[in-house]
């Protein structure tokens, strides 16, 4: 089920390329790139609605409120078009910067077969879609999270959260998205948003996130900009 919620964001398998498919789908900053330091995000993502999450550039200085409005119309806007992919949940938030970003969250049962790590075709082509909404919003960075549910050991929930999000990135990356813009990590169990006591909260935690968040080039544009008003 879609969902938007305009208020303030998936190594592995090799995939078939992006074109096989057509539609029928404040704490420590990682910086800006695939080759930022991702250690110490979990403390930063506890929060149940991921304000002050480490998401967004870490640029180091306070964003003024004309930035910030600017950044934010433009964070609404994609979250509005993001909000047609099926089975997501889109939702807007808060980064490290005080900034608005998108998270969108899908269920890994719809990505991926039970135990699995290999995308299947319906994710394919909900993933194709999703980068193709992203082409023309490249000053942002994109982190993915992979989560499982409890069953298992630690061990292998942390293989495959990892590999599922790895999955993500790589077939966005065939889709076209640069691949210096994405991060990914598994989160295994640790940062379930339901009850693991039942089917229905296992089910729930089994997931995957991306965030989108402004890039500095973005926040430097939208600072150029507010200057000026």
Excluded at 28 to 44: F, H, Q, Y
Excluded at 198 to 209: F, L
Aim: charged letters at 20%; aromatic letters at 4%; a neutral charge.
């Amino acid at each position: 089920m879609k969902k938007f919620i305009p208020i303030a964001l998936i190594a592995l398998v090799l995939l078939p390329g992006c074109g096989t498919w057509s539609k029928t789908a404040a704490g420590t900053g990682i910086g800006s790139g695939a080759g930022a330091v991702v250690g110490g995000l979990i403390g930063g993502l506890i929060s149940k609605d991921a304000k002050g999450a480490a998401i967004g550039a870490a640029i180091g200085t306070a964003v003024g409120a004309g930035t910030g409005a600017i950044i934010g119309n433009q964070m609404d806007k994609k979250a509005e078009e993001l909000a047609a992919l099926e089975n997501a949940k889109v939702e807007t938030i808060t980064d490290q910067n005080g900034l608005e970003a998108i998270k969108v969250t899908f269920d890994s049962g719809i990505l991926f077969p039970t135990n699995g790590v290999k995308l299947n075709k319906t994710s394919q082509a909900e993933l194709k879609e999703f980068a193709a909404k992203m082409s023309d919003f490249k000053d942002t960075d994109i982190t993915i999270y992979g989560h499982t549910d409890n069953t298992g050991t630690a061990e292998v929930n942390e293989r495959i959260s990892q590999q599922r999000a790895d999955a993500v990135q790589n077939y966005l990356a065939s889709c076209g998205i640069a691949a210096d813009r994405m991060v990914s990590q598994g989160l295994s169990y640790t940062m379930p948003v339901a009850d693991n006591e039942t089917k229905e909260g296992r089910a729930a935690n089994r997931r995957v996130e991306i965030y989108i968040s402004a890039n500095e080039a973005m926040i430097k544009a939208a600072e150029a900009a507010a200057a000026k008003q």
